[in-house]
């Protein structure tokens, strides 16, 4: 299995607060991608990172920020949670076109 | 990237080969067909993906018709460990981030 590891695993917190959720590679992927799932809607990309401090919008980026200072680490902030972005977030990590790999989830409550 | 169309569910008899289904009509030249499985609560996994050609490996097999309208995933012995959502994906290699998007998938449920 691709060496991806999610941190937290779970979460609870509340309305307004900051969250910052962190994915730890050890492949040294150039990419990595973050996702939201919720049901009924599939896996939807929020954010992409295409090396050190290159990142870029998916098609649900509102409300989400991510940073990536190392190749290993990229990390997906929201900086006032709300509760619609409670949902599970996969992280990816890929080598150009080769398929994506992704972590086990970080499963968020927001109440 | 071209849509996909998948049944929303499937069941398969443990040992009995499993045959998933993926309409792809408005598939271009250079795209390829994707598939992925999310087993219940973790993350997806890559199975395969192929251009024109039939694929294998150690996981299941690709069957492109020849217009590459469609496409078909088999695993050969389904098991109960293979019960899971499976997602169809058609998108370009670009050489650049592979952005996926995720439809709904088919349920497939193994049974003894």
């Known amino acids: 299995d691709a060496g991806i590891t999610q941190s937290p695993r779970h979460k609870v917190t509340e309305t307004g607060t900051p969250v910052t959720l962190r994915c730890h590679q050890t492949?040294?992927?150039?990419?990595m991608y973050w996702y939201r799932q919720d049901p009924g809607h599939g896996l939807r990309l929020i954010h992409y990172s295409y090396g050190v401090k290159d990142t870029d919008k998916g098609e649900v980026s509102d409300g989400y920020s991510v940073s990536r200072s190392k190749t290993e680490d990229f990390l997906l902030t929201l900086e006032s949670a709300t509760s619609s972005q409670t949902s599970v977030y996969f992280c990816?990590?890929?080598?150009?076109?080769?398929?994506?790999?992704f972590g086990d989830g970080t499963r968020l409550s927001i109440l | 990237d071209a849509k996909t169309t998948q049944p929303t569910s499937m069941d398969c008899a443990e040992g009995r080969a499993a045959n998933l289904p993926c309409n792809h009509s408005?598939?271009?030249?250079?795209?390829?067909v994707y598939w992925y499985r999310q087993i219940h609560s973790q993350g997806p996994q890559y199975i395969i993906h192929g251009l024109k050609n039939n694929e294998t490996n150690e996981m299941a097999s690709l069957i492109i018709t020849e217009d590459r309208k469609s496409s078909t995933l088999i695993l050969p012995h389904a098991t109960l460990r293979d019960t899971a959502v499976y997602y169809c994906i058609v998108r370009v290699l670009t050489g650049t981030a592979s952005k996926l998007t995720f439809g709904t998938g088919t349920r497939l449920q193994v049974t003894l």
């Open positions: 990816a990590i890929s080598v150009t076109d080769q398929p994506q790999h």
């Open positions: 408005t598939i271009s030249g250079n795209e390829y």
């Open positions: 492949e040294n992927h150039r990419y």
